[in-house]
């Protein structure tokens, strides 16, 4: 393709992928084709539909992938293992077993349609079913037809790439849970309803009068529904009370259960006895609407929890383990020391080990934060978790599973979140006094009117304990709280419990600390050419865009950061690709791209020019790697290599430092380097920590939580997970890994740091709905214990005024603004 | 007898079946996914063979 046609190409309109529909870089796009790729793997995804004859897939989409396809090619061969199936794929027939997976990309219902038609094309394969809230695919297969490998292979080659779920167990557990808690909403629910037709009945011959004989009938039948309700679903809060009572903590559950149990004893008192007031309309009204509370929020915090498993990817479940000359895929568990495991670029290595071959550079950034490549050959130490770069590597295993470094972090992140004290949330605390003021008044009322007016004193001691029954308390925070995490998840961040808002936004006398890593998490974790000098003497005009089609052939992260940066398309060849550089032919000039030492092995020039020198070391002080280009045999330039920070950090820790909390730098990376980062945002050198190990890292969370303040922590990598769950609230960012993520709170699914600011927005936003919550229900409660107190109120107004509280509380929970509405 | 006597055991029989059945749905995971099936619903039906 001729330069002239690339460039009217890329003038005509911007082109779309034909498979995810990311726009085409200029360098890929293919004038005479119809249909344009951004990626090799978009373009073999595409191939295979067509080729199953699923082509229609295209055509019925209404959302686009957004994200490249990247079939991987692999075997999946570790699936077909005895042991595996028997645990994760239970035999629903004698030959048919059934396995729920985890795929990546799955993202609108052409999706369902596309991997619901996997039977057709694969025979053995029984049916396919697609959940698609946690992109979960539970395929049904003959095992004797078809072995699960081959299944996961087809669903790869067609982009979206299987992971088995992570402990069957939980999620029946789970499950379980959830079922149980829609049946006793459903129970309490016809129970109520009923019981509130009875008391429809009842109210009406409360004014105009009912026979005896019926309203008996009625009262009798209120009972035995209202004491299903009340034992059945009803139970929960029963037992959550008597917990509270047992551990003497303060729990919403305590109040709540009082009202019921007391309201229950003397409805069916008074039913027996054929006088006074039942309270059951209200009493399984009130069972209801707080199940229904607790399950919505229940759903979304489950959802946050879903959605973060899905990126669980990180760490390789297989290895590649080489017998004599023969290579097989294992699982990583059945890893031993001495054995010897190949490592291919661009993969992770699966567990500890010594080079015993080949050489490469491996990206440590989530161990250490250490953002630089690092060279290795044979002999040196590499470890689980790391980024193999750019060769082969044979690795002879020295720890493996629990043993190895990551392993041992990973102890230290469970170690942390279990030291975590759990806080008391803002209901529960009010519950406590709620507790002691209702049972206060009750003992006061009670021993009053025995006095003035021994016949009503139960009735009106028991109805201030039922219009006490802090609903409007039970209601306010499941509903702001599942309004809140339900906006949030819109926004792409997910927020695992709603305690999280809470620790977030409650004030505190010192003020919050927030300590942020800098490698992933203030600089993008992509590499790119932040800097490039030129020499002195001048240098080709068109230099950037030769290296850039040169190294569009090479698949080192630092090839690919000059890939990215320019159109290539001046004809390029590579003649060799090293660890350190690459060489090649380019517009008929020379060309050799790489490290100092590479440069000065290929060419003749014994001494190197001093700017060149000079320039290499500003930009090592800055954390940047120096590449040095010549062509033609002579220096031209050099380019500085590195995460760029990331757009949105200076204005996000300008913003936090508003809010008044004390921003601080946590990182691995060399305290210098640390230090020019802080430097350009802003920060003083006193709030830039480096050269930390993850272990310094939680201890420096620790000791600024001993002072009292809340302490948050941002973070991407595995060196971060610990000091995360350590915190009062962790939040991992965009891309960071999977340990990182299960040990945070709050997951930010958009790039940047922008969404912490907005966490803290939505945190205070709705906290302060809440408040509003409780001090309408409050007012409530108060106004109708006043009534009951002197005795004004009668059933028929209490009935009505209970649900009325509830009412306007939940409206105000669920239309107060806490999250931004939208995505902006 | 009032016809109350009759009416109301023949409603709470209707009523009962209708939880009956809602646990039973839920219990047999009906409920579990809320999402797919109003996406499912829009897809055409594969076209018969016509040697079918």
Redesign the interface.
Known sequence: MSLAAATTASQGREHDCAHCGLPVPPGLVDADASEQFCCNGCRIVRATIESCGLGQYYG?RTDEAATPAKPTGRAYVELDDRAFLERHAPAVRTTVRAIELVLEGVH??AC??LL?KLPRVLSGVVEA??????STLRVTWDERAVPLSKIARTLDSFGYRPHVGRDPEVRSIR?RE??RL??HI??AG?GAG?VMLLAFALYGGYFHGIEGE?AR?FRW?SLVISLVVLLWPGSMFLRGAWAALRTRSAHLDLPISIGLVAGTIAGTINTVLDRGEIYFDSLTGLVFLLLVGRFVQRRLERRAADSVELLFSLTPAFARLRRGDEVCEVPVDSLTPDDLVEVRPGESFPADGVVGDGTSSVNLALLTGESRPQSVGEGDRVFAGAVNLAGVLLVRITASGRATRVGKLLSLVEECSRRRAPIVQLADRMAGWFTVIATGLFAATLVFWLFVEPGHAVDRAVSLLIVSCPCGLGLATPFAVSVALGRAARQKILIKGGDVLEKLARKSKTAPILFLDKTGTLTEDRLSVVDFREAPEGAPAHVRAWVAALEKQASHPIAQAFALEAAADAPATLHRAHATGVEGTVAAHALLVGSRDFIRSRTRTVTTPGWAEEASHQMSAQALTPVWIAVDGRLVAVAGVGGKIRSDARATIADLSRRGVQVAILSGDHPATVKAVGAALGLGEASCHGGLSPEDKVRAVEAAAKGGAPVFMVGDGVNDAAALSAATVGIAVHGGAEASLSAADIYLGRSGLGPVSEVFDGAERTLSVIRRCLAVSLAYNVLAAGLAITGVVNALQAAVLMPAASFTVLGMALWLRSFAKEAA | MSVIYLLMPLAFALGGAAVWAFVRATRAGQFDDLETPAHRILHDDEPSPPDA
Do not use: F, H, I, P
């Open positions: 019925m609108c219902s369902v349609w619901e079913r697609l959940d698609m809230r946690r499950q959830d079922r829609l049946v459903g129970v016809a009923n019926y009938l039948t």
